[in-house]
C-alpha cells in the first residue's frame, strides 16, 4: 500500500481550518541604480489555517526555482523574495508570491521592478544672464536625464541650503525646472543653482551656478564720489542696486573691464559700542567695514597705538583678539580702516566681569536601575550678570520640559542647578556635564553616570549549522549595565506552539552557558519541526532582555523515535478483529508521508498479518475477516515516514474468557417470559469480561443454532427472557465473552413453561436494555420514578437490570419515567402512563418499555 502525504480533515463538521488570505503583497519598487544597501525586498505575507507555505516565486510569468536552480541574487527569508545585489539586466520586471495550504492557492498582485536613476549635471561654467532692472529673466534650468521622471525642482541662491521661496515675482517651472523672475531687483544679484530632488530614489543633484548680473548702458571715464565713499559709474540700475553690488565688491570686480570701488565705511557693521569680556578669558573685538579695495587696519586703545603681542592679535580682517584679559585692559578700542578712497573708525568700550567658574561639581555616581540620584552643580559669576545651567547627557541637551518624567532641575539659589534624576533606567547611563553659562562666558564641569541593572539584549542570533535533533547557534554579547554576565539561557518557539510567547528553555552542549559564551549547540529538538531561537543573559540583577528571535528554520527529517500508545484489540460480534490507539501527536511525525504500521497474528501463528494505515489521524484499524474463535490474539502498532519505520507499541494480548459460568438458575414469571440469574466470573485485565450472552430454546422442538440470543453488560448477572411459548421445555445457556470472543458455555438449565394467572398483586417493569458504543461510557444502571398522575413526586427506584417487580398499586392512574443512569450523567426519559387493570406497551427512545400485572 502506498502511504500518502498528511493532509487535515478539510470536510469534516468540526473542520476549523481555512486557505491563505494575504495580508501583504509585494509592491511595485523603483530601486536607485547606485543604492547603497544593494537589496530589494519584496513582501509577502498571508494567514492561513493549516499556515501557508510561501513556496514559489514568479518574475515575468517565469518560475523562481529556489531548491531546483539557486542563484546567487536571490533568497527567501520567511515568505519574502529578498535580491541581493540587483542587475536592471536580469531583475527588472513583475513579480508574483504564491501562498498555498490543503484548502487552496492565491496567487498576489503583480508588482513591477523599476530601476531608477538621476544623473549629475554637466561639470561646464554657466554662461551669466545678464539683466536691466525691472525687466524680466529667465534662468534655464537644462536637467539632467533621469528615472523616473517625476522630480522636484528648485533653486540655490549664492549658497546651499539656502533654497529661493517662489513668490508674486519669481516662479519655478516643475515641468521644465526653469526659474522665471517677473522683474528684477537689486535683491537678486547673485549666483544661482538649479536644485533636482528625486523623492522616489532619494537623490539630489545641482547644476553649476548661473550669474545674475546687472547689466551697463556704458562705461564712463569721469567718476562722481558720492556720500557712500563709493564710484558711481552710469548704470542703468538705482543707488539701491549699487549699494547691493558692494556686498560683491570681490566677486564682481572686473565686469567687461569695468571696475567698482569703495572707501572704509562702519555704517553697515560698526564696532560694538558695549564689549564684555571675562577676566583670564579670551575677547575678540570685531572690526568689519565696507571697503574695495581691502582697507588697512589700525587698533587703539584710546591714544596707546596697539600692536601684535603675545597676548594682542589683530587678524587679516581686522579683528582684534586679547588673551588672559584683566581690569587693566578695560577701557575704549577704536577701529582704524583705510584704503586708496578714504578711511574710516569706529570706537567700543570694554568691560571686564568676573569669570564664572564651578565652585562645586558634579562627581562621578554609580546608580541601580530604579534609584533616584542627584548632580550637584554650583558656579561662581559676576553679581551684575545672570547665570543659567545647561546639562547635556552625550551631547545632548536635557530639555526639562520635555524629558521631566526621569530629569529635574533644582534651583536652590542663584547659584546652584543641581540636576536629579528620577527613577533612573539603563539608558539614562553616560557622560553627563554641567555648564554654567552667562552673556559674557561659561564654565563646564562633567562627570560619568554608570547605571547598574538588567543585562541588554544579546545581539545577531544565527543559526549556522542544521541538524535532525540539533543546531549551532551563534549570537554577540550584549551590554551587562555594569554588573558581569553570570549566564547565557537560548530558548526556543517551536512550530506547534499554543502562544506566541510560550517560549521554552532549549538544552544545550555545554549544558552552563557562562557569561562570555557566544555560541552553542541546541540538542534534544525535535526532527522536521520548524525553531525560532533567542537568547537572553542573567547577571547579579536577574534575567536581562531577550534578544531578537532569529530567522524560523526547520530541522532535519528522521525516522519516528515515538510509538502509537494505549493499543487496544477486540473481537467484534461478527468475529472481526477491531484494534484501536492512541494517535502520535504531529510534532512526533519527524518527516512526511507518516502514517502507522498495524500488525496482528493468533497465538499460535508464527507469521504475523500487517497492514498499513496513511492517515496520521485514523485512530482505529479493522480487519473484517473472521478470526478464529476462543483464541488469545496479538496486535501491535508501529510508526513510519519516509525516513523509515519506528518502534512498535507494546504488545497488547486479547484473549476470550477461559472460566465457563456455574450456577445457572431460571423461574418462570408470566406465561411468555422467564427470569434466568447467574453468578459472574472474574478475569484479570486484559482479558476481563466484557459481558454475557444468554442462548434458549425449546428442547424437543427447535434447533440449537436458531435459538434466542440475549446479551448484557458485565456489571449484570440476570435478565428477563421473552417471547417464550406456554406450556413448553426450554434449555437455557449463559457464556461470557470480551473483545477476544465468546468462553466456554455453561451447563444447561432446564425450565417447563406452564400457562399462569393473574391476581394483580404484583407489578413487573420492564425495558429494553440500552448497549453502549465503543466510545460511550457503559451504562451502569437504571432510575424508574413511579408516581400518581397530577402529583410531583412519587417514589424512585434504583436497578442494574433492565426490569424491575413491586406491589402493584390499588387504585389511581399511574405514570411510570424510566432513564439510564451512566458516568456521563443521565440519560433521555422514557415515559408510559395507565391503569393498574392494563397492560401497556409504549416505544420512546432510547427505552422501550412495558408493564404488566402478575399475581
Known amino acids: 500500500i502506498k502511504p500518502r502525504i498528511f493532509e487535515p480533515r478539510i470536510f469534516d463538521k468540526e473542520a476549523t481550518g481555512f486557505g491563505p488570505i494575504f495580508e501583504e503583497e509585494p509592491l511595485d519598487t523603483v530601486y536607485a541604480e547606485d543604492s547603497p544597501e544593494n537589496k530589494i525586498s519584496m513582501n509577502c505575507r498571508a494567514r492561513a489555517n493549516p499556515p501557508a507555505v510561501f513556496h514559489r516565486w514568479w518574475l515575468n510569468n517565469w518560475e523562481i526555482k529556489l531548491m531546483e536552480q539557486p542563484d546567487e541574487h536571490f ?160 548704470l542703468l540700475f538705482s543707488r539701491s542696486v549699487f549699494e547691493k553690488v558692494h556686498n560683491y565688491c570681490r566677486r564682481l570686480s572686473f565686469y567687461n573691464g569695468l571696475f567698482t570701488a569703495c572707501a572704509p565705511t562702519f555704517i553697515y557693521n560698526p564696532v560694538k559700542k558695549v564689549l564684555l569680556g571675562a577676566e583670564n578669558g579670551r575677547v ?72 564664572t567658574k564651578i565652585t562645586e561639581a558634579p562627581s562621578d555616581t554609580e546608580a541601580v536601575v530604579g534609584d533616584t540620584t542627584i548632580l550637584q552643580c554650583s558656579a561662581s559669576f559676576d553679581p551684575s550678570l545672570d547665570i543659567t545651567f545647561i546639562w547635556t547627557v552625550d551631547s545632548y541637551v536635557i530639555n526639562f520640559y520635555t524629558d521631566f518624567e526621569h530629569y529635574e532641575l533644582l534651583m536652590g539659589d542663584e547659584n546652584s542647578g543641581d540636576l536629579l534624576i528620577k527613577n533612573i533606567q539603563v539608558r539614562h547611563a553616560g557622560h553627563y556635564s554641567c555648564t554654567a553659562q552667562t552673556i559674557v562666558d561659561n564654565a563646564t564641569a562633567e562627570a560619568d553616570v554608570f547605571v547598574k541593572g538588567l543585562p541588554g539584549p544579546p545581539g545577531g542570533v544565527r543559526v549556522e549549522e542544521i541538524g535532525d535533533t540539533s543546531v549551532k547557534l551563534r549570537w554577540g554579547l550584549g551590554s551587562d549595565h555594569g554588573s558581569p554576565l553570570i549566564q547565557h539561557v537560548v530558548q526556543t518557539l517551536d512550530f506547534y506552539a499554543l502562544d506566541p510567547e510560550d517560549w521554552k528553555t532549549a538544552s544545550t552542549s555545554p549544558v552552563f552557558l557562562d557569561g562570555s559564551t557566544e555560541s552553542a549547540t541546541i540538542v534534544d529538538l525535535y526532527p522536521w519541526m520548524q525553531y525560532e531561537f533567542r537568547v537572553h543573559a542573567i547577571n547579579e540583577f536577574g534575567a536581562g532582555e531577550n534578544s531578537r528571535s532569529s530567522i524560523k528554520i526547520k530541522t532535519w527529517d528522521a525516522r519516528p523515535t515515538v510509538a502509537p500508545s494505549d493499543v487496544l484489540g477486540q473481537v467484534g460480534i461478527s468475529g472481526e478483529l477491531i484494534v484501536t490507539w ?58 513510519y515516514n519516509n525516513k523509515g519505520e519506528g518502534p512498535s507499541s507494546l ?157 402493584m398499586p390499588e387504585t389511581g392512574d399511574y405514570i411510570i419515567e424510566v432513564r439510564a443512569r451512566c458516568e456521563g450523567g443521565d440519560g433521555p426519559i422514557s415515559q408510559i402512563r395507565g391503569k393498574p387493570l392494563w397492560v401497556l406497551n409504549l416505544s420512546a427512545s432510547p427505552l422501550s418499555c412495558c408493564w404488566h400485572w402478575d399475581g
Open 75 to 234: 533568497s527567501l527569508v520567511g515568505g519574502n523574495l529578498v535580491i541581493t545585489n540587483p542587475d536592471k539586466g536580469k531583475h527588472a520586471g513583475k513579480y508574483v508570491c504564491v501562498a498555498k495550504n490543503v484548502y487552496g492557492t492565491v496567487i498576489s498582485k503583480e508588482a513591477t521592478v523599476k530601476f531608477g536613476y538621476l544623473n549629475q549635471f554637466p561639470t561646464d561654467e554657466r554662461e551669466p544672464v545678464h539683466v536691466k532692472e525691472g525687466q524680466g529673466a529667465v534662468l534655464l534650468c537644462s536637467p539632467p536625464s533621469r528615472y523616473p521622471s517625476e522630480v522636484m525642482f528648485r533653486w540655490i541662491y549664492n549658497d546651499f541650503p539656502n533654497f529661493i521661496i517662489p513668490d508674486q515675482r519669481r516662479f519655478v517651472s516643475q515641468t521644465t525646472g526653469n526659474m522665471y523672475i517677473a522683474k528684477v531687483e537689486a535683491s537678486d544679484v547673485g549666483n544661482y543653482s538649479c536644485f533636482v530632488s528625486s523623492p522616489t530614489i532619494g537623490k539630489s543633484v545641482f547644476s553649476m551656478p548661473i550669474s545674475l548680473i546687472p547689466q551697463i548702458e556704458k562705461e564712463v571715464k569721469g567718476a562722481e564720489r558720492g556720500a557712500s565713499g563709493c564710484l558711481k559709474k552710469k
Open 651 to 807: 504488545i497488547s494480548v486479547v484473549d476470550s474468557p477461559r472460566l465457563a459460568l456455574l450456577d445457572v438458575y431460571a423461574r418462570q414469571v408470566t406465561a411468555t417470559e422467564a427470569l434466568v440469574w447467574w453468578l459472574p466470573i472474574y478475569q484479570a485485565p486484559p482479558n476481563w469480561v466484557d459481558g454475557y450472552q444468554i442462548r434458549y430454546w425449546r428442547k424437543y422442538d427447535d434447533n440449537e443454532a436458531a435459538a434466542s440470543r440475549v446479551l448484557v453488560h458485565r456489571a449484570i448477572n440476570q435478565t428477563r427472557l421473552e417471547n417464550m411459548r406456554p406450556d413448553s421445555h426450554y434449555l437455557i445457556e449463559v457464556r461470557a465473552f470480551n473483545g477476544a470472543g465468546l468462553g466456554p458455555p455453561s451447563e444447561h438449565c432446564e425450565i417447563v413453561y406452564k400457562y399462569v394467572s393473574f391476581n394483580r398483586k404484583w407489578l413487573y417493569l420492564y425495558w429494553d436494555h440500552i448497549y453502549n458504543y465503543w466510545n460511550e461510557s457503559y451504562v451502569e444502571g437504571y432510575k424508574i420514578l413511579f408516581r400518581k398522575e397530577g402529583e410531583r413526586y412519587g417514589k424512585l427506584y434504583t436497578t442494574g437490570r433492565h426490569y424491575i417487580d413491586f406491589p
Open 582 to 639: 492512541t494517535p502520535v501527536k504531529p510534532q512526533f511525525f519527524f518527516g512526511k508521508k507518516f502514517g502507522y504500521v498495524v500488525a496482528f497474528k493468533q497465538y499460535e501463528d508464527s507469521e504475523w498479518k500487517w497492514t498499513t494505515v496513511e492517515d496520521p489521524e485514523t485512530r482505529r484499524y479493522v480487519y473484517k475477516e473472521s478470526m478464529t474463535p476462543d483464541t488469545e490474539i496479538q496486535v501491535k502498532v508501529k510508526t
Open 284 to 355: 575678540v573685538i570685531e572690526c568689519k567695514p565696507r571697503a574695495a579695495p581691502k582697507p588697512k587696519f589700525i587698533w587703539k586703545r584710546g591714544s596707546e597705538l596697539l600692536t601684535n603681542s603675545s597676548r594682542m592679535l589683530i587678524w587679516d580682517d581686522g579683528s582684534l583678539e586679547i588673551l588672559n584679559v584683566s581690569k587693566s585692559d578695560e577701557g575704549s578700542y577704536t577701529c582704524y580702516a583705510e584704503n586708496d578712497h578714504g578711511k574710516s573708525n569706529s570706537t567700543g568700550t570694554l568691560t571686564i566681569t568676573e569669570a
